[in-house]
Nanobody
Framework: QVQLVESGGGWVQEGDSLRLSCVAS????????MGWFRQAPGKEREFVAG????????TVENSVKGRFTISRDKDKNTIYLQINSLKPEDTAVYSC???????????????????WGQGTQVTVSS
């Protein structure tokens, strides 16, 4: 059974930084791409970053590039999302997800992701 457990969210001030974590279990990570998505109230789920576990290759959505960094720790089966210079518009529930991706395509469409964590709330006040 796949389990993805996020942590690290919170209530922060504009300009602060956060590091979100997602611990994965129950899957052979070397065949997966792990992604971070966010969903703000009244908006659709949005892809923010992905990392192919095997190659380490990453992709980051253009709108957050330069402020968001995705990484992984193979020993801990954990992916991270480092968010710097937080803005009020970053307020959302952030979720990690897994996509079976043996060829390393790095999909950004949520329909390719089949397991999801429960999410962690990030709230940024101005």
């Amino acid at each position: 059974q796949v389990q993805l457990v996020e942590s690290g969210g919170g209530w922060v001030q504009e300009g602060d930084s956060l590091r979100l974590s997602c611990v994965a279990s129950g899957l052979t990570l070397s065949r997966y791409t792990m992604g971070w998505f966010r969903q703000a109230p009244g908006k659709e789920r949005e892809f923010v970053a992905g990392i192919n576990w095997s190659s380490g290759r990453t992709t980051v959505e253009n709108s957050v590039k330069g402020r968001f960094t995705i990484s992984r720790d193979k020993d801990k089966n954990t992916i991270y999302l480092q968010i710097n210079s937080l803005k009020p518009e970053d307020t959302a529930v952030y979720s990690c997800a897994s996509a079976f991706d043996p060829r390393g395509v790095l999909p950004d469409n949520p329909t390719y992701y089949d397991s999801w964590g429960q999410g962690t709330q990030v709230t940024v006040s101005s």
